[in-house]
């Protein structure tokens, strides 16, 4: 059971250590960057990066939110649930709930104007509230991978 818990502990590192570099590095690198571009380029650069990301990111996303649930129910029946394992699931969840109540609906249309080769009219609003949340979706998954890391070297 403990090489079961193991592997699922590190199938959801890896697989949430994908999404945390891509917070990370829109927290650094593209939140500055896009605050030197007009609202034309910031629409269509974002709302093509959003199309293909909304598209292609639920994959790691979700495999490592089931791999640390997976983790924590493997984890459970060998009598071995940690705090850490709960803390990471539970990280990964409110994540997810900031993500899908203020990401999500700001990559909509963003991608929709930018699929209609429009400026968003409320492009920089938009954007505003889409940066407004990165910093905590980056200390989430922080948390997350930081707790599964504890749980692995505890395992």
Not at 4 to 15: K, N, S, Y
Not at 52 to 74: E, I, Q, W
Not at 120 to 139: C, E
Not at 141 to 147: N, Y
Request: net charge positive; glycine share 6%.
């Amino acid at each position: 059971m403990e090489t079961l818990v193991q592997t699922l502990a590190v199938v959801a590192t890896m697989a949430n250590a994908v999404v945390y570099g891509t917070d990370v590095f829109s927290a650094i690198v593209q939140r500055p960057a896009l605050a030197h571009v007009d609202d034309a380029v910031l629409t269509s650069t974002m709302g093509q990066i959003h199309r293909f990301g909304d598209r292609r990111m639920p994959v790691p996303g979700v495999f490592g939110l089931l791999a640390t649930v997976a983790t924590a129910v493997a984890a459970g029946f060998g009598g071995r649930v940690t705090a850490a394992v709960a803390a990471a699931a539970a990280a990964l969840v409110v994540w997810l709930a900031v993500y899908n109540k203020v990401s999500a609906p700001v990559n909509k249309e963003l991608t929709d104007a930018a699929l209609d080769c429009r400026t968003a009219p409320n492009a920089r609003g938009l954007q505003r509230t889409w940066d407004s949340v990165i910093n905590a979706r980056v200390v989430l998954q922080a948390v997350a991978l930081g707790a599964m890391c504890v749980a692995l070297v505890a395992s």
